[in-house]
Every structure is written in C-alpha cells, then in structure tokens.
C-alpha cells in the first residue's frame, strides 16, 4: 500500500510511520515545511527507517501541494493539525485555516484523486468537559477553546464528505 501521512513530523505521526514501514508499507510523510529542512520528530528515526520515507515538504493549507502529495497514495493518515489550546485563543484563525481548512484540503484532494481510505484523526478536546464517564463517542460535542472548536469542525467536514459524497472516511 502507498500511504501518506500528514503531519508526519509529530510525535505520533512519526512513531506511526515508523510502525508501517516495520509492516511493509511504501510510505510518504507530508512535513511542515521549513527554512531549517528540519523534518521533526522524523530526524530521530534510526537511519534504516528514515531512509525509506518519501518526504514532502508543504504546508496543510495549500490545497495544490496536498494534491500533489496525495498522487498515487492509496490511504492518507491525515494526522496534521496546529495544536495547543492557549495558542488558540489568541490566533483563531490559524487553527481554522489548518485544522478545517487543511482537512477540507485532504478531502478535496482524495475525492478527486479517488484515494481507497482517508483516516482523519480527531482529539478528546472535542468532548469538552466529560458529562459523564467514560466518554464514548455519542458525548455531546462541547467546543471550549477555538482549538476543540475547529476539530469539531475538521471531524464535521469529514463526516460531510462521507455523507454527501461517498468519501471513504474514517474518523478516529
């Protein structure tokens, strides 16, 4: 399988990426690009690993470069999004511009590319304060900072695309 994963220079993308190609996947990672050519997370793969990756450096929001970076994948982890809640109250709109735009760019992207599987990845934070526990998936959703606000966003433009379209879309 050819599968790309975006933000693949997070924690989590890394050590997920770092799973796949242990299992045989042909894998290219989509890193925020910058001036440094630093790669995150991924600079500290054992060399072996961080050999096999077809890197793609770009930026979430430019709907031409995930295009680009999505040809011929057969599954996306789409994992890239601006996180940490204090930021988000003072620079809203840069959690919208990625997280929803960014998702909205993915979606576009695989619907028209035909892309097999999309895994949008979500967050607690969209839960809000627990009502009750343990939260399961029928919580009520509760934005409580413009962070958990634009994944709830993310999470409906994904489902969005599911419903209207078809689009093979997991969220998880």
Not at 90 to 109: C, E, F, M, R, W
Not at 149 to 165: H, L, N, Q, V, W
């Amino acid at each position: 399988m050819n599968i790309l994963v975006t933000g693949a220079d997070g924690f989590i993308g890394s050590h997920l990426i770092e799973k796949l190609i242990k299992e045989g996947c042909s894998i290219r990672a989509f890193v925020y690009y910058n001036s440094f050519n630093s790669w995150g997370w991924l600079d500290s793969l054992k060399p072996d690993i961080k050999n096999s990756i077809d890197i793609f450096s770009g930026d979430i929001r430019d709907p031409n470069g995930v295009k680009e970076a999505m040809r011929g994948i057969d599954i996306v982890y789409h994992l890239a999004a601006l996180i940490g809640i204090p930021f988000s109250y003072h620079s809203p709109d840069s959690y919208v511009d990625t997280n929803i735009k960014g998702t909205l760019n993915v979606l576009q992207a695989a619907r028209e590319l035909n892309t097999e599987r999309i895994l949008v990845t979500s967050t607690s934070e969209v839960y809000g304060t627990a009502i009750e526990t343990p939260i399961k998936e029928t919580h009520p959703r509760q934005p409580q900072s413009p962070y958990s606000s634009t994944k709830i966003g993310a999470d409906c433009m994904a489902e969005s695309f599911y419903r209207s379209f078809d689009l093979p879309v997991t969220i998880v």
